[in-house]
């Protein structure tokens, strides 16, 4: 099977999201309830909160499944 990678943005930064790696800990629903939400699809909401707390969760990730990019940042 292939490795599922998924991007999610709310335009300033970008959630990358490697299911194959996701070890489901449930840090990042945890720490950022507003924009992980596992019952739903998509199931990132990249909008609901600021780029900042969404960075923040990203970094607590334990298995490296979620990693992000800021979007200025990517065609420079
Ligand atoms: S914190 Fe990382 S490993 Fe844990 S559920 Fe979220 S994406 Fe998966």
């Known amino acids: ?3 599922t990678t998924k991007e999610y943005t709310n335009g300033e ?3 990358v999201w490697q ?5 489901h800990s ?4 945890k720490n950022n309830p507003a ?3 596992p019952k739903e699809k998509p199931w990132i909401k990249a909008d609901a909160s ?3 707390k ?3 969760t990203i970094n607590k990730c334990p298995s490296g499944a979620l990693t992000y990019y ?3 940042e990517k065609s420079s």
């Open 50 to 52: 600021s780029t900042e």
């Open 1 to 3: 099977m292939e490795p």
């Open 54 to 56: 969404i960075i923040e």
């Open 70 to 72: 800021r979007n200025d």
């Open 13 to 15: 930064v970008t959630i």
């Open 19 to 23: 299911a194959h790696k996701c070890i």
């Open 26 to 29: 449930a840090n990042c629903v």
């Open 35 to 37: 924009v992980f939400q």
